[in-house]
């Protein structure tokens, strides 16, 4: 097992075991803050290439997540997205953004698909969450 605990390290910097643990099946969680400050947790489905880009997730544009998201403003919404299996975890840490646009929608359901081996349900509704990742932790 790798141990990495990166404080400020870049995107781009995680070991290859961590990146190989980002894409195995696992549910996540994604820690978004309500307008007073206190977390809001839920499980999400999340797909995380660096050399790609951003982290992502599919989800409704009227979910609480979308909502704390776009209350943040311009500079993006300060999030956390984490997943554990035993005593392996990792976490992302970084700034998200709401995406209506349908190539990044469809994007994002493809790479669902490919990780969760399984293809998104239709919603006409649907809209994606991008974070640009600033921090990555754990232990693989």
Same mark, same amino acid.
């Given at each position: 097992?790798?141990?990495?605990?990166? +404080?400020?390290?870049?995107?781009?910097?995680p070991?290859a075991?961590?990146?190989?643990?980002?894409?195995e099946r696992?549910?996540c969680t994604?820690?978004?803050?309500r307008? +007073?400050?206190?977390?809001?947790?839920?499980?999400?489905?999340?797909?995380y +290439?660096?050399?790609?880009?951003?982290?992502?997730?599919?989800?409704? #544009?009227?979910s609480?997540k979308?909502?704390?998201?776009?209350?943040a403003?311009?500079d993006?919404?300060r999030?956390?997205?984490?997943q554990? +299996?035993?005593?392996?975890?990792a976490?992302?840490?970084?700034?998200?953004f709401?995406?209506?646009?349908?190539? #990044?929608?469809a994007d994002?359901?493809?790479?669902?698909?490919? #990780?969760?081996?399984?293809?998104?349900?239709?919603?006409?509704? #649907?809209?994606?969450?991008?974070?640009?990742?600033t921090?990555?932790?754990?232990?693989t």
């Amino acid at each position: 097992m790798t141990s990495l605990h990166l +404080d400020s390290a870049p995107a781009g910097d995680p070991d290859a075991s961590y990146l190989a643990f980002w894409r195995e099946r696992h549910l996540c969680t994604l820690t978004t803050l309500r307008p +007073d400050g206190s977390p809001h947790v839920v499980p999400v489905g999340v797909t995380y +290439d660096p050399e790609a880009g951003p982290a992502r997730m599919i989800t409704s #544009r009227d979910s609480a997540k979308v909502r704390h998201t776009r209350a943040a403003g311009p500079d993006g919404a300060r999030v956390a997205v984490c997943q554990v +299996d035993g005593r392996r975890w990792a976490t992302l840490e970084g700034r998200a953004f709401v995406r209506t646009d349908p190539e #990044r929608v469809a994007d994002a359901e493809r790479r669902y698909a490919e #990780r969760y081996q399984r293809v998104p349900s239709p919603n006409p509704s #649907r809209v994606v969450i991008e974070i640009t990742v600033t921090n990555t932790l754990g232990r693989t």
